[in-house]
């Protein structure tokens, strides 16, 4: 965002004398200044051309152990902790660097500019910008592997052989403005420069540059002792080998323990299903027997109420009979003859029905 700030200003700015070259030749431009060095901060990384490959994944280059031999670089292997991977920054620093600068500037054609390379009669300006940064704490650095490594590396090799410990990516916009000559029309971005008028209609171009930290083998075994670093680790290793070992036995015994309580407890399940067979098929028995007292219950149920429906008729029957004892000398007879005579009797025993109605009579039942 800082630098998209500066350059729209910065085109805002040379606008009107854009303006003013078109129309005329003979109009007085602000001159520039051109060849501001680079800050001292920046000249003092560490650039190699070889990594350029890494623009994209500093992170990847970090913890990589590389051999410089002249101009030629080449990554040899990878040294990080498995779970201590780099720490990444973005970076949200304003522009580094911001300068017009011509074939005669020092660091033309340099690598830490992107190799950037000035023709006469032509002016670039270059805008710097650190905008990633990642680096590896020191204990994130595996030191023991390193020096089993560098075990059976030649001492010629070592001198050569460099740890990346950080590295920086850098933005590299540049754009060319080419001097006007005679009566050519001018256009772009204008200004001049000892009296001479340079312009241009080009964008920025962008590039990018990796610079790195690094520390070389020798110093890097020197800072930690090799023997001490691969003796410790080998009683570590045998202390962690005996350790694993009496976890092992602790283990085994744990194990049979735990195997006679299964044995045990599949016994008790086998006795227990053993007599839950033999209670099975005594419950089968019961329930068999009981079936059959449910059904001589449920027959002599029937019988009861059989017995208690005659019983409640007999009762009644009984109760009627009684009742016509008791009312025996109650009952009426009364006889009537055809000539409307009327003879009254409390029982037929006295005079049988048939004889009276021989007798002419018509007999009728009256009860009270």
Avoid: W
Wanted: aromatic share 8%.
């Amino acid at each position: 965002m800082p630098t998209r700030i500066f350059l729209a200003a910065f085109l805002l700015s040379f606008s009107c004398q854009t303006l003013l070259a078109q129309s005329s030749r003979k109009i007085k431009l602000t001159p520039v200044t051109v060849g501001f060095d680079l800050p001292e901060s920046y000249k003092q990384r560490t650039f190699i051309k070889g990594l350029a490959g890494f623009v994209n994944k500093i992170d990847q280059l970090v913890g990589a152990m590389i051999l410089v031999d002249g101009n030629k670089t080449t990554v040899l292997t990878r040294f990080v902790k498995q779970d201590k991977p780099p720490v990444v920054t973005a970076s949200t620093s304003d522009v580094i660097y911001n300068s017009k600068i011509d074939s005669k500037f020092k660091f033309n054609g340099a690598y830490s500019i992107a190799s950037t390379k000035i023709e006469k009669d032509n002016i670039y300006e270059i805008i710097l910008t650190d905008v990633g940064y990642a680096f590896l704490p020191e204990d994130y650095i595996p030191y023991l592997e390193i020096c089993r490594a560098a075990t059976n590396v030649a001492p010629e090799t070592r001198a050569k052989t460099f740890y990346v410990r950080s590295a920086k990516l850098t933005t590299v916009y540049t754009r060319a403005f080419q001097k006007a000559m005679g009566n050519t029309e001018i256009s772009g971005v204008v200004f001049s420069v000892g009296g001479e008028v340079y312009n241009t209609t080009d964008q920025f171009k962008l590039d990018y540059v990796v610079s790195v930290d690094l520390v070389s083998l020798e110093k890097l075994l020197s800072l930690h002792n090799c023997n001490d670093l691969i003796n410790n680790e080998e009683i570590a290793r045998r202390d962690k080998a005996e350790k694993a070992r009496l976890e092992a036995m602790r283990a085994d015994e744990e194990k049979k323990a735990r195997e006679q309580e299964a044995q045990y407890a599949k016994n008790q399940v086998e006795e227990l299903r053993k007599t839950l067979s033999e209670s099975l098929v005594r419950t089968v028995e019961m329930q068999c027997q009981l079936q059959e007292a449910q059904e001589r219950e449920r027959n002599a149920l029937d019988q009861l109420q059989s017995a208690i429906k005659r019983a409640d008729e007999m009762t009644a029957k009984a109760q009627v009979a009684q009742q016509n004892v008791e009312n025996k000398e109650e009952i009426i007879l009364t006889f009537k003859s055809r000539e409307g005579k009327v003879l009254e009797i409390k029982s037929l025993e006295e005079l049988s029905e048939e004889k009276l109605r021989e007798l002419g009579f018509d007999v009728e039942i009256l009860k009270r």
